[in-house]
């Protein structure tokens, strides 16, 4: 059985006081969420403070990015072992606002998915399709290019220890969910393009939905046989609606 895991993505929203009010919120109703694993993903310059506040509590840290360096003249970045020094146990990659908006390569991203793993992170690799490449009919071209940026390069294997975020761009922030069948539909494509390499990896690991997830819609969209949680973004940023989709994936 694959454990649930619903990641909370901050983005760049917050100030030190909300932050520290809506961890308050989450360590009272923490206890509630049974099954599922539950991640915060601060934004860097708040890591330390989230880390402090969340420090031995059932919340996971994380981060946004990382740099693919290990260290050296990268103005700007933070490695994987800064990460680490913060008790930072997962790292986003690839999610669409850095390959779109910050114009991040399949290459780059898979580079920053094995220095999460070089420094003992887990890496959360989002994957996902645009507006138009949904329309064109390439959800899933597009998908598998993605999850080969890092197969081609770092083997099979290095997926098991790893969360797939599907996230399709056009319904990150925009209010617009993919239907449950439709995510489950992709879902299964991207854990049987595993199988077609490694059948245990596939089945055993997990497959984050996200996009416009809220606790309106969670329970349908996490009741889905190869949907294993959830990367949210704005409704993660209320601790009672985070905290029921968290309830929601078990
Ligand atoms: C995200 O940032 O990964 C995300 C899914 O955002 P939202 O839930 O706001 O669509």
């Not at 895991?5 to 917050?14: D, E, F, L, T």
């Not at 969340?54 to 740099?67: P, R, Y």
């Not at 094995?114 to 998908?143: W, Y």
Request: hydrophobic share 40%; net charge negative.
């Amino acid at each position: 059985m694959r454990k649930p895991i619903v990641a909370g993505n901050w983005k760049m929203n917050g100030t030190l006081e909300s932050i520290r009010e809506l961890v308050a919120g989450l360590k009272a109703g923490i206890g509630e969420v049974n099954v599922a694993e539950v991640v915060v993903c601060a934004p860097a310059i708040y890591i330390a403070e989230a880390s402090a506040l969340t420090g031995g509590t059932a919340i996971a840290l994380g981060s946004q990015d990382l740099s693919n360096a290990a260290s050296g003249a990268y103005t700007g970045e933070i490695s994987g072992s800064m990460l680490n020094d913060f008790n930072c146990q997962y790292a986003i990659v690839g999610h669409s606002e850095r390959r779109h908006g910050r114009g991040e390569s399949d290459q780059l991203v898979a580079e920053k998915f094995k220095a999460a793993q070089d420094s003992g992170l887990t890496p959360i690799l989002c994957i996902g399709e645009l507006l138009e490449e949904r329309e064109e009919g390439v959800t899933e071209q597009v998908c598998a290019r993605q999850m080969d940026a890092v197969i081609n390069a770092y083997g099979v294997a290095a997926l098991q220890n790893s969360v797939i975020a599907y996230e399709p761009v056009w319904a990150i922030g925009t209010g617009k969910t993919a239907s449950p069948e439709q995510a489950q539909e992709v879902h299964a494509f991207v854990r049987s393009h595993i199988a077609k390499q490694d059948q245990l990896v596939a089945d055993g690991v997990r497959i984050q939905y996200g996009g416009s997830m809220n606790a309106a819609n969670a329970a349908e969209l996490l009741a889905q046989p190869d949907i294993d949680g959830g990367l949210i973004g704005g409704a993660s940023l209320k601790s009672e609606d985070f905290l029921t989709i968290c309830r929601a994936a078990g």
